[in-house]
C-alpha cells in the first residue's frame, strides 16, 4: 500500500523540488499540493493522508497554526527556511525539521523516521503471540543513483568506511555514501546495537560472542573498547538462562 502524502508551500519551486523528492520513491503517492493552509485543509478532508510536508511561513495562516487546528493530524514534516521555529514544531509532535534548501539525502533521513515510527504504531495494534512476529519494517539507503529498500530483518551488520558504510545481507552487500552516526540514528528503534566505531550489529543476526568479539554469519567482529559496557549490557539482557 503506498503512502499517501500532501505539499503544502506557497512557493511553487519549493512544491517541485519536494515533489521531485517523493517521485524517487516508488511506494509514495502524492494526492494534493497545496499553496496555503486552506487548501490543505481541504486536502485532509477529501483524502486519507499518511504525511504531510509543510511550510510555516505562507499567508492566511502560519504552518504552526495550522496544525494547532488540527485534532487528529496525520505524521508531518516541516520543510522551512526558519530555524526558530523548531522547537514550536517538535512541541507539537513533527516527525521531522527540514530546512531549506533540502537535500534528497536530508529528505531521505526524514522518510526513513516516518517508516520507523510507522512500525512501531503496526506492531502495537499487532501485538506478538507466542514470540512469534513477522517484521516488515525497512529503511531506504541511496546506492549510485538508486533508492533501494532494505528489509530491516535481512541486514546481517554494517561496517563503516571513512564516508561511506557497507551494508550486509545474506545475498548482497549495498554501499551507499552516509555516516555510520546517520545510520545508528536511522536505526535507533530497531534491533540493532553499534559494537565499534566501524561495525553496527543486528542483535536477532548475532550467533556467538565474547567480551571482545561478536560472531555474525560465520565473521568474527570486533568489539571496540568505549563500546563494550553497553554491548555487553545489551547481550546480558537478551541471553537466555543456561540450565546448571
Not at 503506498?2 to 511553487?12: A, N
Not at 486519507?48 to 499567508?59: A, S
Amino acid at each position: 500500500m503506498k503512502t499517501k502524502c500532501i505539499i503544502v508551500d506557497d512557493e511553487p519551486l519549493a512544491r517541485e523540488l519536494m515533489r521531485n523528492h517523493v517521485e524517487k520513491l516508488d511506494n509514495f503517492e502524492i494526492v494534493a499540493e497545496c499553496a496555503d493552509a486552506m487548501k490543505a485543509m481541504e486536502a485532509l478532508r477529501k483524502f486519507q493522508v499518511d504525511l504531510m510536508f509543510m511550510d510555516i511561513q505562507m499567508p492566511q495562516i502560519t504552518g504552526i497554526d495550522f496544525l494547532r487546528t488540527l485534532k487528529n493530524p496525520p505524521q508531518v514534516i516541516i520543510t522551512t527556511a526558519y530555524r526558530e521555529y523548531a522547537i514550536e514544531g517538535f512541541d507539537l509532535d513533527v516527525l521531522d525539521y527540514l530546512l531549506k534548501p533540502i537535500t534528497f539525502e536530508r529528505f531521505l533521513k526524514a522518510v526513513n523516521k516516518y517508516f520507523l515510527v510507522s512500525q512501531k504504531t503496526i506492531n502495537a495494534a499487532h501485538p506478538v503471540v507466542n514470540g512469534n512476529q513477522h517484521s516488515e519494517a525497512f529503511i531506504y539507503v541511496k546506492e549510485n543513483k538508486r533508492i533501494v529498500k532494505l528489509l530491516l530483518n535481512e541486514i546481517l551488520y554494517i561496517e563503516g568506511l571513512s564516508e561511506y558504510v557497507k551494508i550486509y545481507t545474506d545475498d548482497k552487500k549495498i554501499v551507499t555514501k552516509t555516516s555510520m552516526t546517520s545510520m545508528e540514528e536511522k536505526l535507533s528503534d530497531s534491533d540493532f546495537v553499534r559494537i565499534h566505531k566501524s561495525y553496527i550489529v543486528s542483535l536477532p543476526k548475532i550467533e556467538a560472542f565474547t567480551s571482545s568479539s561478536i560472531e555474525v554469519s560465520g565473521k568474527e567482529l570486533p568489539i571496540g573498547r568505549s563500546f563494550k559496557n553497553k554491548v555487553m549490557g545489551t547481550l546480558q539482557i537478551r541471553k537466555p538462562v543456561m540450565a546448571d
